[in-house]
């Protein structure tokens, strides 16, 4: 049963009506490619707030930062705590961020052009794309689960005509403004969406209160619902995981750098960084309460055996007619956002950095912005297919941590030794991308692979080979780097002598 | 119950700085657009007049 009504259908509408109007006004002013993936760098702090916020909180983010507060209690909410200093302590001081913005690229693997050569800058398009539509690959099926469990609508493939719809409206709106649209229309999403959150957590606190969240916690989890690292599912791996995960993700998620290279200057750059790290605690907590929430109200056997449903589930029956609407919106709003904003990043990266050897000569600015439209169209046509049948194993947040350390890890480390050590080079930063990305891949196949499942998770685990990845990718740039200088130096005496 | 003061504060804490940031943002951001698409229209202009 679901409070889903004629009313609240007419809210979802009239958002959708107000959003496409919007995003497809904007696109006369798009003249050059870098009005179309970077908003001709005209950004200022708030709309960057509006736009970062609205980005980086999609259905995705809800229903895993919800399983973790179901399955984990207030602990699950740890890995935004550890993004949020992650955050304002980069926008403070700059690090990687500054140089990053006063390079005056447009994408990260360019600035890895400069230092380490054109071949690292192109296998760091590839790696950050795989990273990326990998990760990003879950986020349809996941939208389009919530949908059909608030509203209560059943059908035959009813899930993927929703998925169909959502991606045709937000490819509409992305091919033709790019950047532009994406901004605009996260800045009516991010208001539409804080509603929609502010508002239930509210109802939340008041209607279920905040005794019954806390005795539920302490009744599944006792102590480990409140501190991780007495956690029987986290402990200190998990938290040192997240830290190395949300520190890379600060510095290199090209979602999050391209609001930095669309902002005005670095300044307001480093300002949209500390002005929004706060919202990374709400991000993970608000719909961490809303899972506490269904625990505490849903018997085990409404929710079934996947918990990721539990919350969408709670909120079916929670939310009264006419307030669905608001809530549907707002849900709709943070999907929109990050699906038309992560289609406009990777496809920025593919232009500009993996056909980059097919650009001789200058394109002009008609023929760049038909193959920007044309990627992004072609990244919706892959989401849809990888999207339906990509069999998602283990919690959601673990496989996108998974996932998105593929690229995280060895981006952060080229970016790091870009910016701070001048004698990094390109040994290293191949030797990066090499252990960076084999070993998250390689954990994959292993959880997949029925003979090896068992071993995958209980031996090894998401969180020990994350680490694994961010440390040898770290130390594989140290060693590349160091083995170059010491073949050059021998090659140089040998021409000496 | 009186060990999760540290929770307490911090949801206490989302909602009245997500709820403010929210009413100073839908404020402070619509100037942030006008701004932006007066800029990129100039511009556009200045290009459009450059060529022609």
Known sequence: MTNFSWIDGSVVGLYLLVTMIAGIFVRKYVGRVEDFLIAGREMNVYLGIASLAATEFGIVTCMYTAQNGYEKGFAGATPGILQALAMFLVGLTGFCVKPLRDSGVMTIPELFEKKFGPRIRWASGVVIVLGGLLNMGMFLRTGGEFLVKVTGLSGTHLLEIMMTILLILVAIYTVLGGMLSVLVTDFLQFIVMSVGLILVTVMILTRVGWGRLVETVERHFGAGGFNPFVNSTMGWQYVLFNAFLNTAAVLTWQTVIQRLLASRDTKTGMKIYTRTSFFFVARFLIPGIWGIAALATLTSQQVGHNTLHAMPLFLSSFIPAGVMGIVIAAMLAADMSTDSSYMVTWGSVIYNDILAPFRKSRWSEKKGLLWNRAIIALIGVFLMFYGLWYPLKGDLWTYLGVTGTIYLSSMSALLIACCYWKKSNSWGAAGAIFFGAFIPVLYLVLEQVPATASFAKKNIGPYYSGIATYLLAGLAMVIGSWLKLKVKAKQSKGEEA | ?52
Do not use: P, Q
């Open chain 2, 1 to 52: 119950m009186k060990g999760h003061w540290f929770w307490l504060l911090i949801t206490a804490s989302c909602v009245i700085w997500y709820s403010t940031i929210t009413i100073y943002v839908a404020y402070k951001g619509v100037k942030d657009i006008k701004y932006m698409l007066r800029r990129l229209a100039s511009r556009k202009n200045r290009s459009e007049e450059s060529s022609t």
